[in-house]
């Protein structure tokens, strides 16, 4: 597989729990996955034991780290963040929430995946157009 298609599998494969966390209660913490070399997928979550209600900054710190460390010690190949965010849509001259996946692939592909979506009043999520930027490369970039 190549590096894309590898990113691919690992986002296909964790961008379920956002959708059923926001199903359910309208919002989630940060959380990522990762590829071992060997193509086995794991899911990790983050916690602050200083709080029950972190900051999503903090955790998304804590996931860089660790996957960073993870990246230089060859413990990954394709690492994925997904958070929910405040973006601005294509096309438009609006802001709206989305799912944010950073994709970060050890032979140097790196993509923000997003997912728009909007929770109508019943509480059901309606997804929009997904659209992608080039990645930051903030994994393996220094490694």
């Given at each position: ?88 849509l294509?096309?438009?001259d ?38 992608a ?11």
């Open positions: 597989m190549t590096a894309k298609q590898e990113s691919e599998k690992l986002m296909n494969a964790i961008l379920s729990l956002a959708q059923n966390l926001l199903r359910d209660y309208g919002e989630f913490y940060p959380y990522g996955g990762y590829m071992k070399p060997d193509g086995e997928i794991v899911h990790i979550g983050v916690k602050d034991e200083e709080t029950d209600h972190p900051k999503s900054n903090d955790l998304l710190h804590l996931l860089r780290d660790s996957f960073s460390a993870m990246a230089k010690a060859g413990e990954c190949k394709v690492t994925a963040i997904v958070f929910d965010v405040r973006v601005n294509p096309d438009t609006k802001k709206g929430d989305a799912i944010q996946i950073c994709l970060d692939h050890v032979d140097g592909y790196s993509v923000e995946v997003f997912f728009p979506y909007e929770i109508i009043e019943s509480g059901r999520v309606i997804y929009g157009a997904i659209f930027n080039k990645g930051k490369s903030e994994i393996f970039g220094n490694s």
